[in-house]
DNA sequence: GCGCGCATACCTTGCGGTCGGTATTCTCCC
DNA sequence: GGGAGAATACCGACCGCAAGGTATGCGCGC
């Protein structure tokens, strides 16, 4: 144990994690850093000594925070998987958990809130949204390799689909009230995900 | 022509449209009301004499051209619509056209941006979704009653899925640097809808 | 002249961000 | 090893400004 001095990770997690809390709750232009240091319990001195301006802030949540919980939720889980049932039952998970505020939601909300390529914040949600594909994409080549994909699609494209729809589902069925909804979608995306199946399997 | 005296219908129009231009950019918490009336090149008792307060401004906007727009762009090409071929045509032609600022990425944006239940704007941009879902949900119907789609599948599950993939699209493929993502999309969207097509068509 | 439609000026609040100060810890030298 | 000094980690008051919103005045058609 190498207790370090005084711990000022401490203070910037606590910071990080008020932040998202914000962010996820109002997006980036609705979170004051006034609201979010009175969450962490702690003083704009503390703030703007870790992070240079609110952007940064983001950018660090972002890329420390919301990066690792999309790869724990969606890229970990299908590190080695290559068959469609994995991602199917994944999906299921996932979609149980679905609410408002988790790290789906928030990526799609901030995605969509953020205007593209004028600032740096777009390029590091791009950047999750690209390694989410790309997960999903070698799933899908894993299968074709394995047989059991059907020989004629294009992971690429169908990775695109794919999160295209997760996102999409997170901002059209966003309320509490729209579960069916949720439901609905999963329900097709479970037929749809049995086309790209081969028929040999 | 009933001329009327001074017309303030125009400058209410004038004010919603600079209000839209801001919101489709910014989004909600990031327009201000003195960009708009700048925009608008009118003053703030203007704003205020038409609209009681920004929500109210937002909501306008949203009910009278949002959906409107929403309707003009999806609903009523498929009003009579009963095939698959018309819809698959559609969707070509509205990917063809999709950029940031356009009323389909407007509208995922504020959906995504809004936090649902707490306001009354996340219910108007709900309601616009619902009436998007049953466009296509009816198409669908009548797809099936034709004979032309499967009789297992279920209208109101695809339409979601399908109201729901637009929206990701628009939300994962912003950037026009993403323009073979959107590509990519259309592509495996085809022939997802290909695979609702009954086997005696 | 009276009310509608809008402009001007202003108010209050809260925003992102700054700055000097202070307590604590690390570093270096003897 | 221990004390001086630099660097770190944080506080809290403060600033300029722009935000949403208001109060009042003015022109013009009826």
Tied chains: 1, 2.
């Excluded at 703007?48 to 939720?73: C, G, M, N, Y």
């Excluded at 068959?83 to 679905?98: G, I, V």
């Excluded at 901002?171 to 009230?177: F, L, Q, S």
Aim: charged share 20%.
């Amino acid at each position: 144990m190498t207790q370090r001095k005084k711990q000022p990770q401490i203070t910037r997690a606590a910071l990080l994690d008020a932040a998202g809390e914000h962010f996820a709750r109002a997006g980036y232009a609705g979170t004051s850093l006034g609201s979010v240091v009175t969450r962490a319990a702690l003083t704009k001195g503390a703030l703007f000594h870790h992070f240079p301006d609110k952007r940064s802030l983001a950018q660090a949540w972002i890329d420390e925070r919301l990066a690792s919980a999309v790869t724990a939720l969606w890229l970990a889980p299908l590190e080695q998987a290559d068959s469609l049932d994995a991602l199917r039952n994944l999906c299921r998970l996932r979609f149980s958990e679905l609410a408002p505020g988790d790290a789906t939601s928030t990526l799609s909300a901030l995605a969509a809130e953020l205007t593209p390529a004028d600032d740096l914040l777009s390029a590091c949600l791009a950047q999750i949204h690209d390694a989410w594909r790309a997960a999903i994409a070698g799933l899908l080549e894993r299968g074709k390799a394995a047989g059991q994909i059907h020989r004629s699609i294009k992971p690429a494209a169908e990775a695109a689909f794919f999160v295209a729809l997760i996102a999409g589902v997170t901002v059209t069925a966003k309320a509490a009230a729209h579960a069916d909804t949720r439901r609905a979608c999963l329900s097709s995306l479970e037929d749809y995900l049995e086309t790209l199946r081969s028929q040999s399997a």
